[in-house]
């Protein structure tokens, strides 16, 4: 009986309706999908066309093989159900990842297909688990936790969860499921289990890699790496919930130009429009934008401004996009799929003829301004209930194709950007998927409390994402939601987090700042309010010098940071990283979750407890250790309690590199 044929450098297994394709997908990687009733599907949902590889495939009877470079894949039917069971190994015959054996008589199947209507399959994929492997990376999820095994994870983004389904592990090899459905990921000690809610075939990727650069290097070859981050991301930029009018935007880029404290973009937040769907400057509150724009020029800041993918009922878009089908669908019911200021419906970012429409408006009421940088809010989309079987988009039903929306709304102003002949994007985003980094998304991590305990997620979430292949990263400096400035508790936390700031891919601080002020227009209407000061001056006489200072080493390391940049846009590496990422070989590199390397050079341990003046800090074995504020010597393969007074980080600098910032920090 024949189960196995070669076609086209590719190993197809054939059974009972089913067939199982493996094939060579970038270096020493292979692309798995399987289909019930039909043939395999060329498209993919993640992955980029890949360079044509050699394989070397063998064929016998109920055995099979197929090797690509450092990957082998070892097929074997057991013949009591005839299941398929697929093993991976790497090229020193080194066990990588197995899919589930069938259990003899419990006739358990790896690959299970159950029909849903209308022709797709809610599909799970059901792996051998390894209880001491270690798995990191899955994108942002608002945890304490580095190492995800054991760990239960929605595939599903929401605000300040953006679900990017990618791992790494500590046994060699990269997987990608690559699947845009809401599901779930189960990393059991027992099994590793992948489910679709809907999928037409199931498809995952995988790679073998001798060191975790190796690994990420062969997934960003084959799903995008970042462009260069333009010069005016290296910097400092200032934020608020919300700058509400065109006088206090230029009142506070006035002031940090007076005080000679240097600010590469200031950010105009949401509601500067009139309604939502409207994509231009309320007149009222910005009369002459472009005005505002040629001074901010002037004084060599960068504007950003927000941009909601929402149409509210009573835009002026709205009846015209309703009309020519550019908006979300509802499958039932009243459509309205966020109450936020009224009832919005959100444009469609998988429609191309939406990305079209959306990107006119934005051109001619921002970028013929001069404006050049948008921040994409509400990414996910931010659903008010998040009931995904609700919607539908133009790419399909979204329990079968949502997770894609946030990279395809970065796609809208990348495309429309580089049609007008840009080449230097950035765009701040509140969500990513598998790829959003080829579009110049750089994501921040939603809104998050103003707690220690969301501090330290970040952390971990910033070095989680950066594995997922997205190297532009941030967070909202001090939290956003809960921050009180006239707290002493509050302020000592705004320092901790913008020390954290400065090492960070980019440093932009932001905040829905307590106390507020109410806006009402000339109508009477009220509009969405105005948060406390947030500048560096507007956390009393302590911080100012500290924050300042911070903002300066930011601007010492640009040409350092620069060097990240250019890393990330050629090879797809971190700018900031997991320890174990530099140092493999050192197991305890592999456990730090409060930590980490800011690039090659620096070790990064933020002040993440309240009240702490000092903490504990592992440095890695091989290699001895600067301190960067104190110039003193440390020893790698050792844990220090290292003080750290409200005016400083421990920042270790890598032995021989980087001294020039001894002393400075």
């Not at 991301?233 to 608020?240: D, E, I, M, R, V």
């Not at 230097?424 to 809104?447: E, F, K, M, T």
């Not at 000061?533 to 500290?546: L, Q």
Request: glycine share 10%; charged share 25%; proline share 4%.
């Amino acid at each position: 009986m024949n189960f196995f044929e070669e076609g086209n450098g590719s190993l197809i297994f054939r059974e009972n309706g089913e067939t199982v394709m493996i094939s060579p997908w970038g270096e020493d990687s292979f692309r798995v999908r399987a289909v019930m009733m039909g043939e395999v599907g060329e498209g993919s949902s993640a992955l980029l066309p890949a360079a044509a590889s050699v394989s070397e495939i063998s064929i016998d009877g109920s055995q099979a093989s197929i090797t690509n470079g450092k990957i082998c894949a070892k097929l074997s039917v057991n013949l009591w159900g005839k299941a398929l069971q697929i093993s991976f190994y790497n090229q020193k015959g080194q066990l990588l990842l197995q899919e589930i054996p069938n259990g003899g008589a419990l006739q358990i199947r790896a690959r299970q297909f159950q029909p849903l209507s209308g022709g797709s399959y809610r599909l799970k994929a059901s792996f051998v688990s390894d209880p001491e492997e270690k798995i990191y990376g899955m994108g942002q999820y608002q945890q304490e936790r580095m190492n995800l095994k054991g760990c239960n994870l929605e595939l599903a983004h929401r605000n300040s969860q953006a679900s990017i389904p990618f791992y790494l592990s500590n046994l060699g090899y990269g997987f990608l499921w690559n699947n845009a459905a809401i599901g779930e990921a189960h990393f059991g000690l027992n099994t590793t289990e992948w489910t679709a809610c809907a999928a037409r075939q199931l498809d995952y990727w995988i790679t073998a890699g001798d060191t975790p650069a190796r690994i990420e290097e062969n997934f960003t070859s084959v799903t995008g790496k970042a462009p260069m981050m333009p010069e005016y991301g290296l910097g400092f930029w200032q934020c608020k919930l919300r700058y509400y009018n065109q006088e206090q935007v230029l009142k506070i880029a006035r002031e940090y130009k007076k005080r000679q404290i240097p600010v590469d973009v200031l950010v105009i937040d949401y509601y500067h429009w009139p309604r939502c769907g409207d994509w231009r400057f309320d007149e009222e509150y910005f009369p002459n934008p472009a005005a505002m724009v040629e001074e901010l020029h002037g004084m060599g800041i960068e504007t950003m401004v927000s941009v909601w993918p929402q149409v509210d009922w009573r835009s002026e878009n709205y009846e015209e996009m309703k009309q020519k089908g550019l908006l979300v669908k509802s499958n039932g019911g009243v459509d309205v799929q966020m109450t936020y200021l009224g009832n919005n419906v959100f444009m469609d970012a998988t429609n191309p003829r939406t990305r079209r429409y959306v990107w006119e408006k934005c051109k001619k009421n921002y970028g013929d301004l001069g404006i050049k940088t948008f921040w994409l809010d509400e990414a996910e989309p931010e659903f008010t209930t998040y009931d995904f079987d609700c919607y539908r988009y133009f790419a399909g039903p979204v329990t079968e194709v949502g997770n894609i929306y946030p990279r395809e709304y970065a796609r809208l102003f990348y495309e429309g950007q580089r049609e007008q002949g840009q080449t230097d994007i950035v765009n701040l985003i509140r969500c990513a998927w598998v790829g959003s980094q080829r579009y110049g998304a750089l994501v921040w991590s939603g809104d998050i409390m103003s707690t220690y305990e969301d501090f330290r997620k970040q952390i971990c979430a910033g070095i989680h994402m950066g594995i997922c292949g997205i190297p532009w990263w941030t967070t909202d400096i001090g939290g956003f939601h809960g921050g009180n400035v006239e707290k002493e508790e509050f302020r000592e936390l705004l320092i901790r987090w913008f020390q954290f700031g400065t090492f960070c891919p980019v440093m932009r601080i932001h905040g829905d700042r307590q106390p507020k002020q109410r806006i009402v227009d000339k109508k009477g209407e009220v509009r969405e309010g105005t948060g406390a000061d947030n500048e560096v001056w507007s956390f009393g006489t302590e911080a100012y010098p500290i924050l300042v200072k911070f903002i300066r080493i930011r601007e010492m390391m640009r040409d350092y940071t620069r060097s990240l940049m250019r890393e990330a846009h050629e090879k797809g590496t971190p700018v900031i990283r997991a320890m174990f990422y530099e140092f493999p070989e050192d197991k305890k590199c592999w456990e730090v979750k409060d930590a980490y390397m800011f690039g090659p050079d620096l070790l990064v341990a933020p002040i993440c407890h309240k009240g702490a003046m000092s903490r504990m800090v592992y440095l890695p074995l091989g290699v001895s250790w600067t301190h960067a504020g104190t110039g003193k010597v440390y020893q790698g393969g050792n844990t220090y309690e290292i003080e750290a007074p409200i005016d400083t980080l421990p920042v270790f600098l890598r032995e021989g590199r980087q001294e020039w910032l001894v002393h400075k920090i």
